[in-house]
């Protein structure tokens, strides 16, 4: 094991117990979150959704499960449940969808994890997790017959996207329905940023879990992100004036 | 004309008409684009099992199953590598049956897993890392950059530009606010009382320039996209038009 | 119904996450090892998984088949399609003339026409954009994206020209040295949520999967 | 009852007495979930989808029961996943699923779960106010009992009916953000639900006191909240109001013009959401006559969306119940000024959801009919026209790029010094709809690296990667002569993804097992690439991809293996600002870059070899034309929009 090794382990598992302090602290001094605006109308429009009957659709993207572009499906799967305990009530309870067959799986527990947690279990269908098409853009080229079918008025798009996100997306303003749209990818966040209403930049996309009323630990992960933002800052700063000084890095 | 000349142009005017078909969705959704669209997702997912299967379950778990027989269980690594994921693909599998889903718990937390593993080893080692240490330019006009061959006041100017970037846009993403700074924006305007006129500029300054500077580089790649999907609009439209001729073609030459 | 079992999904996926991810940043053989059988293992059950997932297409689109709803012929096209596909790919291969001939038919010219509707789609959507969102971002972004546009495709008038050629030139600094600043910026925010949005998993606070 | 026979034209009811309407409406907010869900403000969501879930957990589960004259056929015939199923056991199923909702809240940090179990709401999850939770978890506890005796001896089928018209106490706590009678209420109801109730309405007005006076005590807790809500959002009352609700307090008494004020400002921020600067002034003011008329159009079928839901199918009086059997009511233990109070919640409530009716009608109304996609149609004529007629016509031709970008001379010296003889790995990492782009792109270098005898494996990590390949290559192999399996032969699939792809860079050999298009058997085997063991035994590496996620796996996750070797991308135009960094770090991990149509027509030039690129610049450069005008248009025409609008403001 090298130096660098331990440097990389010791980061780690400092983040990790920041993270565990941050969230216990979560209690005692709430994280105050700033305005973010996508998220600010994001549950009056799924409230209104499900008053209307209208139908919240929320996709985890085109990437993998067990790829390095799952965490914002991961994001995702969370604010998916969310959302499923607030409408699993309604009569159109919402639907997810994905273009990977693991993320729809995920899709599928995560709503089943809601509806049982709700006590709605036998108003599970499986088909509310479902994968559209098994590539990018047959996943896109399938939108528009859930969004029309289902009278989707909240369409959500958290996870993975390549350029075919501004498809899916444009799709949802076609329909007129309240259009968020976030992806790791940030070319497709370009796209989103005109296809989109409301558009999640960088690392907005992971957070929408705690913009969603989310745990304590998705909260104080917030903290972290901001701390450790701070941190990568200075370390930027210091090391251009050490480079300028010479010093190798 | 052959058989094989047939199918040939029975392909291409399949993909024309199928071309056209899609393409119709820019003035509107319509049965056509559906039509098309649905056979696509069809031919799509069809393809993709197919390959999952001879790519990957099929040289993976049952071509060495199939080989070792029973006695499969003898061995320690086939156990390891082909037995465990079997296992595992029928646990996976048994969600299909939604009493016996609850097993199927299992090899969604692996995956889950495996990818949050594989998320924070990459995202750290793969991008953290490598570009903070890129981020640290040497402000030292003797400096040259390696690709680009740029020396002097030109390439400190550039690194310079590329530090503001880099730090405002970071700055950009502040998430949360002190004590009563909940929902509270990034920045504001703040009136400055110069001697001549008040002027109000925004405030704090870096995340302000963190956005033009996002805003700035998701234009940068837009156009890129629109140039890119751009190029592959003309080639539809290039072999709509060539399809058109071999079609006539092989029609004055069917008879 | 908060069965132990939902805890040991939590704790096994803590225990993978961990050794993956423990191999990313110790080189020990024998974590590497671990690791890369975990990562095998993901890798087939990603491939069961999408079989999983053509069964849920299967099931979905074979309801609205079964209930008459309302464009149920797409989806029994669909169903044939996908059946057709992937059993002729199971017989003859996906690599047989059968199946690239669906492929180069059917599959790829339908994408290449999706990906050339972005075209209108990001036209339209850019267009708009400035007078949709009054701020300055958005002129920012409409201003950036025409340099680029400008500095990229050849002109009819002027091409070659000097003019053109300083477009050019600006282009390249424009996309190479604003945008890397704000790129950089962009691509460390997006790693720094996702480590996070790891770690939360990892710590099993996250647990999406299994009820 | 009567109310199915006197629709929202009769204002009057013979069995109802006068309200029917405002109480036919009064019904919907609290049989919908929705109005659960609108009162509290965003900023209690955990409450309300606490209270969301147990309030509707009954009436979730009922549309078994309902008539099979009663339309649950919309919800069936858009999905099969939302139509009802279950028999009538759903008694049964809702008190497991009450219980069942007493497990330790989701998503939490791990000790907490110990705290957190005995909680009877997932409230305590969201961290937040534990104090009041504290107090509905006394309240709860301390109702069931009492209720209890008085239900299962006097009334055995009563629950139903309540429970499927979430009365009052249901909906008086909407308007508050606590939930401790509804908290309460299904508690006691699922508690002790008789396993067959028939959905039967007159025991309802007896079983009144009970949990009426349980609704009592519990909102003299919430006194307080009254007057904070209404003074919260009285000030962004729009002056619209008036007009706006003049129809209603027509039919309510007067104090009831107080209370428009909460619903009608409710939703600022939503009603900026819905229609951002979409209504101009004039319809703004016209708004609320054509829209209320509008909500009472649409006011049946919404009851019937609501009675699907409910056991009582029919009973839209139901709720009736609520002010005709309170107000006798009223004298007992200081209901008076509670029970005026929660008339006006629940008339609130009824403003509320009025108001965010109009809402979705002014959003969805106005645009909806408004305008045909002119502009759509404009741009696909404009860019199918301008990119067809250079291929057509002959078209204008577009003058060639005269000079070379700087990194392609790095790349082309870097396929002249490749090792002979050493095979290079090209990857094809792109989805089958880009092939228009980046085979135009990548066909120059292709093109060159067969010029010099390398031999090609290609490999792809998507499972459309190897015929794409096969497209690319063989078309250019055609060209010179090149032989399969021994001047290029495909590894195939690399099933994994991104993942996989660290696994292919330590092990190739093991993570592919066979080739694409080949005569069968390990490809590895083949003359071409019987010396490749590892990564580092190809001469060099070309990735052609179209996503920035795919090319940094590359890029880094190879880095370790490729000991030296030139990593060579050819990206989509979008892709490459993404890839730079890595090109132009002091450490290069990428040494070349290709990218873009005019580079590879530069290169074409270079080979002397024109290619696809050249075939498509003219449409490429007239398309680029047409979008270039779009959006200074665009850009010019916006601003002008804003400037007129800000000397407007």
């Known amino acids: 094991m090298t130096v660098q090794d331990w440097l990389t382990m010791a980061v780690l598992l400092a983040l990790a117990a920041a993270l565990v302090v941050l969230a216990l602290a979560e209690r005692r001094w709430p994280t105050k979150l700033r305005r973010v605006a996508a998220f600010a109308a994001l549950d009056s429009a799924i409230e209104r959704a499900v008053e209307a009957g209208e139908r919240v659709h929320l996709s985890l993207g085109t990437g993998s499960l067990i790829g390095s572009d799952c965490a914002p499906a991961l994001a995702g799967a969370m604010a998916l449940a969310k959302i499923a305990e607030a409408t699993t009530m309604s009569d159109r309870p919402v639907v997810a969808s994905a273009g990977d067959g693991a993320l729809a799986v995920l899709a599928q527990d995560a709503l089943r994890g809601a509806y049982a947690r709700t006590g709605a279990k036998e108003h599970y269908r499986a088909t509310t997790g479902r994968m559209l098409g098994p590539t990018p853009f047959s996943y896109a080229a399938a939108l528009p017959v859930i969004l029309s079918s289902e009278k989707v008025s909240v369409h959500l798009l958290i996870g993975s996207f390549g350029a075919e996100g501004a498809l899916a ?68 700063l210091a090391g251009t004036i050490l480079a300028t000084l010479g010093v190798a890095l | ?181 909940a929902d509270s924006a990034r920045y504001g305007m703040r009136p400055i009382r110069t001697p001549i006129v008040t002027i109000s500029i925004p405030w704090p300054i870096l995340p302000f320039l963190g956005e033009m500077f996002i805003a700035l580089t998701f234009g940068v790649m837009f156009a890129g996209a629109l140039s890119a999907v751009i190029l592959v609009l003309v080639e539809r439209l290039q072999f709509l038009a060539g399809a058109g001729n071999i079609i006539l073609g092989g029609l004055l030459a069917a008879p | 119904m908060r069965s132990g079992l939902h805890f040991l999904w939590t704790a096994l996926a803590i225990l993978f996450g961990t050794l993956v991810l423990a191999g990313y940043v110790l080189d020990s053989p024998a974590l590497q090892s671990i690791r890369s059988l975990l990562m095998q293992w993901a890798v087939i ?111 009819l008038v002027g091409g070659n020209g000097s003019f053109f050629l300083t477009m050019g030139e600006l282009r390249a600094w424009w996309s190479q040295v604003w945008a890397a600043g704000g790129a950089r910026g962009l691509l460390l925010g997006v790693a720094l949520g996702a480590t996070v949005t790891g770690l939360r998993v990892l710590l099993g606070s996250d647990r999406p999967y299994g009820d | 009852m009567c109310s199915t026979l006197n629709l929202e034209e009769a204002e009057t009811c013979k069995l109802c007495g006068s309200r029917l309407k405002p109480t036919g409406r009064l019904g919907t907010p609290s049989e919908e979930p929705g109005s659960q869900m609108r009162l509290p403000s965003t900023g209690e969501l955990p409450p309300w989808l606490a209270r969301l879930r147990k ?218 959401n819905l229609a951002p600067a979409t209504l101009p002034a004039w319809l703004e003011a016209m708004r609320p006559v054509e829209t209320f ?100 016509a002959g078209g204008p031709a577009f003058p060639l790029p005269l000079l070379q970008p700087r990194e392609l001379d790095v790349l082309a010296s870097l396929v002249d010094g490749a090792p002979a003889g050493q095979p290079v790995l090209v990857v094809f990492d792109y989805e089958a709809g880009y092939a228009g ?119 880094e996750q190879t880095q370790p293996w490729l000991a030296g070797r030139p990593l060579v991308m050819v990206l989509s135009a979008g892709a490459e600002p993404m890839v730079r960094p890595y090109y132009e770090a002091l450490q290069p991990k990428v040494q070349g870059i290709l990218s873009g149509l005019p580079a590879a027509v530069a290169y074409e030039l270079r080979l002397a070899a024109p290619g696809i690129a050249q075939t498509r610049w003219n449409g490429f450069g007239l398309g680029l034309t047409g979008v270039e005008g779009f959006l200074i248009i665009g850009l010019l025409y916006g601003i002008v929009a804003w400037v007129l609008r800000g000397r407007g403001a």
Request: hydrophobic share 45%.
């Open chain 4, 437 to 555: 782009e980046l085979e135009a792109v990548a066909g120059p270098l292709i093109d060159h690296l067969m010029n010099r005898g390398l031999p090609l494996a290609t490999l792809s990590t998507r499972p459309t990667g190897p015929p794409l390949a096969e497209r690319l290559v063989a078309q250019v192999a055609a060209r010179h002569g090149a032989v399969r399996q021994e001047a290029f032969l495909h590894l195939g699939y690399l099933s994994g993804g991104p993942t996989a792809v660290q696994l292919f860079a330590a092990a190739p050999t093991q993570a592919v097992f066979r080739g694409y298009l080949g005569p069968g058997g390990s490809p590895w085997l083949e003359p071409m690439l019987q010396r490749v063991h590892a990564l580092s035994d190809f001469g060099m590496v070309v990735v052609i991809t179209t996503g920035t996620e795919i090319a940094r796996v590359w890029a």
């Open chain 2, 1 to 181: 004309m052959t058989d094989a000349a047939l199918l040939e142009l029975i392909g291409t005017a399949v993909a024309a008409l199928l071309t056209i078909m899609v393409l119709s969705y820019a003035l509107g959704d319509n049965a056509f684009f559906r039509l098309a669209a649905y056979l696509f997702i069809g031919v799509a997912a069809g393809y993709a099992g197919a390959v999952a299967w001879h790519d990957v379950l099929e040289p993976r778990l049952i071509a060495p199953l199939l080989a070792a027989g029973p006695a499969i269980v003898n061995d320690s690594t086939q156990l390891v590598q082909v037995v465990a994921p079997i296992l595992l693909v029928i646990l996976l599998l048994s969600k299909v049956a939604p009493t016996m889903g609850r097993l199927g718990g299992l090899p969604v937390a692996l995956m889950v897993g495996v990818g949050a593993g594989v998320v924070v080893g990459g995202a750290i080692t793969g991008t953290l890392v490598p570009q903070t240490l890129a981020a640290m330019g040497s402000l030292n006009p003797a400096g040259v950059a390696p690709q680009t061959g740029e020396t002097g006041l030109e390439r400190l100017v550039n690194v310079l530009i590329v530090l503001l970037g880099t730090v405002s846009t970071l700055s950009y993403f502040r998430l949360t606010g002190r004590g009563d700074q």
């Open chain 1, 169 to 236: 997306a444009e799709m949802g303003e076609r329909q007129r329905a309240y259009v968020l749209a976030g992806s790791d990818d940030i070319q497709t966040q370009a796209l989103f940023f005109t296809t989109a209403e409301h558009v999640l930049v960088g690392e907005e996309v992971f957070v929408s879990g705690a913009y969603l009323q989310g745990t304590a630990m998705q909260r104080a992960s917030l903290r972290l992100q901001d701390l450790v933002r701070l941190a990568l800052v200075a370390a930027i």
């Open chain 3, 45 to 155: 059950l990603a491939a069961a998984a999408l079989l999983l997932g053509l069964v849920n297409m299967l099931s979905v689109h074979w309801n609205k088949v079964g209930a008459q709803e309302k464009g149920w012929p797409y989806s029994a096209l669909l169903l044939l399609a996908l059946l057709a596909t992937f059993i002729l790919g199971l017989v003859f291969g996906p690599d047989s003339s059968l199946l690239s001939a669906l492929f180069n038919d059917i599959q790829q010219p339908v994408e290449a026409s999706l990906v050339a509707l972005l075209a209108v789609t990001l036209t339209v959507a850019g267009f708009r954009l400035v007078a949709r969102r009054r701020n300055l971002a958005s002129v920012v972004f409409a201003v950036s994206a025409l340099i680029v546009l400008l500095g990229t495709g050849p002109w």
């Open chain 4, 293 to 392: 008329r509008s909500v009472v159009e649409i006011e049946p079928e919404e009851d019937q969306t609501v009675e699907a839901a409910g056991p009582l199918a029919g009973l839209r009086g139901v709720l009736l119940a609520e002010p005709v059997m309170a107000m006798p009511r009223m004298p007992t233990v200081g209901g008076g000024r509670l029970e005026v109070t929660e008339r006006q919640f629940a008339q609130a409530e009824l403003l509320h959801r009025l108001v965010e009716e109009e809402q979705r009608e002014a959003k969805a109304r106005p645009q909806a009919r408004a305008r045909p996609p002119l502009l759509r149609w404009l741009v696909s004529i404009v860019l199918f026209v301008a990119a067809a007629v250079p291929t057509f």
């Open chain 4, 55 to 272: 309030d509707v957990t009954g009436r979730g589960n009922l549309p078994p029961d309902l008539p099979p004259g009663e339309p649950s056929a919309p919800d069936s015939e858009e999905l099969p996943l939302s139509t009802p199923e279950g028999g009538p056991d759903w008694l049964g199923r809702m008190r497991q699923a009450e219980s069942e909702d007493e497990g330790p809240p989701e998503g939490e940090v791990p000790d907490w779960i110990a705290k957190a179990a005995p909680a009877p709401s997932p409230a305590p999850a969201e961290g937040e106010v534990p104090a009041w939770l504290a107090r509905i978890r006394a309240k709860a506890e301390a109702e069931a009992p009492i209720q209890e005796t008085p239900e299962q001896e006097a009334w055995p089928s009563p629950a139903a009916p309540e429970e499927a018209t979430p009365p009052p106490a249901p909906s008086s706590p909407d308007l508050i953000p606590e939930p401790p009678a509804t908290l309460g209420i299904p508690d006691w109801l699922l508690g002790n639900r008789p396993e067959d109730s028939p959905a039967a309405p007159e025991p309802e007005a007896p079983s009144q006191p009970s949990w009426l006076t349980v609704s009592d005590s519990d909102t003299t807790g919430k006194l307080p909240h009254v007057p904070a809500l209404i003074l919260d959002e009285a000030g962004a009352l729009p002056p619209v109001r008036d007009e706006e609700l003049g129809p209603i307090s027509v039919e309510v008494p007067d104090w009831m013009t107080e209370l428009q004020a909460p619903p009608t400002a409710a939703p600022p921020e939503a009603r900026s």
